[in-house]
């Protein structure tokens, strides 16, 4: 199983950032997927995830109305539109995939910087 992340990058306040996560080596509209981020000092936590068939979202309250998470199974992604980027937003952040038996899989992550 390979999670590739992409689209970080350096943004102003109040900008916009649209994450991509690439899978490859699982049945992707079988698994549970989600963004999580780990800023420095701090623990690794859920922004958002969505289900298998991308019928139902789950957001962070932080992040509420802001992000927005979607899958597109016929490219085998997920992905996360960022809006009204506040430097708390500031973080690495991770696709995560769950399997059926409850194993996670990881991406190496994607750095997000929002400058005040």
């Known amino acids: 199983v390979q999670l590739v992340e992409s689209g970080g990058g350096l943004v102003q306040a109040g900008g916009s950032l649209r994450l991509s996560c690439a899978a490859s080596?699982?049945?992707?509209?079988?698994?549970?997927m989600a963004w999580y981020r780990q800023a420095p000092g701090n623990q690794r936590e859920l922004v958002a995830s969505?289900?298998?068939?991308?019928?139902?979202?789950n957001y962070a309250g932080s992040v509420k109305g802001r992000f927005t998470i979607s899958r597109d199974p016929t490219k085998n992604k997920m992905y996360l539109e960022m809006n009204s980027l506040k430097p708390e937003d500031t973080a690495m952040y991770y696709c995560n995939i769950r399997t059926l038996f409850g194993y996670d899989y990881w991406g190496q992550g994607t750095q997000v910087t929002v400058s005040s």
């Open positions: 080596g699982i049945t992707f509209s079988l698994n549970t």
């Open positions: 969505i289900s298998p068939g991308g019928e139902s979202a």
